[in-house]
């Protein structure tokens, strides 16, 4: 991904890799993350999220991958790659795709558990109340 | 006929991942809820937090639903 | 680099790739880039970039590698990255890295041309005076 | 006797990329610039963008120069 954005006409590559972080805050521990996507319309969200970075940035070059199903933790789950003629722009814009991507763009997460699951940011979950003590 | 799918805690709630409702008329989105919660209850708790596509694109629930669309119900996203 | 990044308790990796531009305004173009560095300085003062970064954010690695020496157009000169739990401080602290780099790490850049060379920074050349036409 | 190491833009202007001067007192950085002019008169000119580093650690013009120290002379760093 970096070395296709690696052109002469520009002199800044941002990267941004998301990676999954585990809490250990409480007894039990993540064992996995497992991500689904609502896919076609996940799909073009990304396409236009890097289209509106083309149109408000001199960025000549967006490349965005999202990770769907089991990624273990502390793997990669989204990466982005953005290459400008200057750094400002490279790194606004990588900062953009990331916010937008968690806004707009019908992916989902679920932490595994050793004792159930987590949908994150649905407060929707199986595992027993006392992990919340 | 319009195929109803489910993603994440809204599949849960439900029960399943995807359905089909019989509509023989266009609708609003907004008419098109309570048919949905009727059949699986379990998304009524979660109604505030979804929001919804109508053929792979966002919908406000005054949007039109014909037969043979696809609708999405949809929590809020986590990806990144 | 990046591998060496990805840690359990990290969210975010944030990579910066500073790439040798060419801007072909004028009638010659430039050839390749050559980085000189007063070396134990610019090492040190690199490793004290690391140090603020740790510092001020909350940040567990940071790497940063500048490459000394002919550099081929579109290559790359300076890779910077940086984990963080949480995205904010690892852009951040990735943005910050370059900007020190720029201030106060002994390191001349001079663009080799066709017909001459630039100290970039220093309104130094030795090329004819018809490229400022 | 201090060591000199010229950097950049400044090497090219002295001809040079690294020289001694003899030095038997301690001077200031300010009062030991004359001597690097006077062997070097092309450096005069951009006096007025140079920095200093007195044993790898920048340097202000009041800072002491012993003999056996190295200093460096250095244009406006380009690096990244």
Redesign the interface.
């Given at each position: 991904m970096i070395s296709a954005a690696q052109r002469p006409d520009c002199g800044a590559i941002s990267t941004f890799i998301g990676t999954t972080r585990v809490d250990e805050s409480s007894g039990a521990s993540v064992e996995y993350l497992e991500y689904e996507a609502y896919r076609p319309m996940a799909d073009r969200k990304l396409e236009e999220i890097g289209a509106e970075i083309i149109e408000r940035w001199e960025v000549r070059h967006v490349s965005i991958i999202h990770r769907i199903g089991r990624v273990d933790p502390g793997g990669a789950s989204v990466a982005i790659v953005v290459a400008s003629p200057r750094r400002g722009p490279a790194f606004e814009a990588s900062r953009y795709a990331i916010e937008r991507i968690k806004e707009i763009v019908p992916i989902w997460k679920r932490e595994v558990w050793s004792d159930g699951y987590v949908w994150v940011g649905s407060q929707v979950d199986t595992r027993p109340l006392s992990h919340e003590v | 006929m319009v195929k109803i799918?489910l993603?994440?805690?809204a599949a849960?709630?439900a029960g399943t991942r995807e359905f089909e409702l019989q509509l023989s008329d266009v609708r609003t989105l907004g008419n098109l809820w309570p048919l949905l919660e009727d059949r699986h209850p379990g998304l009524s708790p979660?109604r505030d937090?979804l929001a919804f596509?109508v053929n792979?694109?966002?919908a406000r629930m005054d949007d039109r639903v014909s037969p043979g669309d696809e609708v999405?119900v949809?929590?809020?996203?986590?990806?990144?």
């Open positions: - | 799918l993603f994440g805690a849960d709630a979660m937090t596509a792979g694109e966002y999405a949809l929590p809020p996203v986590s990806g990144g």
